[in-house]
Nanobody
């Protein structure tokens, strides 16, 4: 069955960087666009960005443009979220999602705090 497993979250100081990974299985990863979402405490889940099948077209939320980069390695069935210059307001649980179908990972917590 479809499985998405996020990893790489943790505690980081403001201005720091983290790279999240989303390992996919149970489907032909290279055939699907993918996305990252996040949910901050007390807030609704929001789209961070998405990536097409070959990684040629990306879309990001205004709040992360210029700081976050989504990429994918279809040979490893893995999508990444490189997060730079992190801010306290980036604190959230980060989820990956397959664009077609309601398939989500369980999320990984990112905490930005000094």
């Amino acid at each position: 069955q479809v499985q998405l497993v996020e990893s790489g979250g943790g505690l980081v100081q403001p201005g720091g960087s983290l790279r999240l990974s989303c390992a996919a299985s149970g489907f032909t990863f290279s055939s699907y666009a993918m996305s990252w979402y996040r949910q901050a405490p007390g807030k609704e889940r929001e789209l961070v960005g998405l990536i097409t099948t070959a990684g040629g077209s990306l879309s990001y939320a205004d709040s992360v443009k210029g700081r976050f980069t989504i990429s994918r390695d279809n040979s490893k069935n893995t999508m990444y979220l490189q997060m730079n210059n992190l801010k306290p307001e980036d604190t959230a649980v980060y989820y990956c999602k397959r664009i077609r179908g309601d398939y989500w990972g369980k999320g990984t917590l990112v905490t930005v705090s000094s």
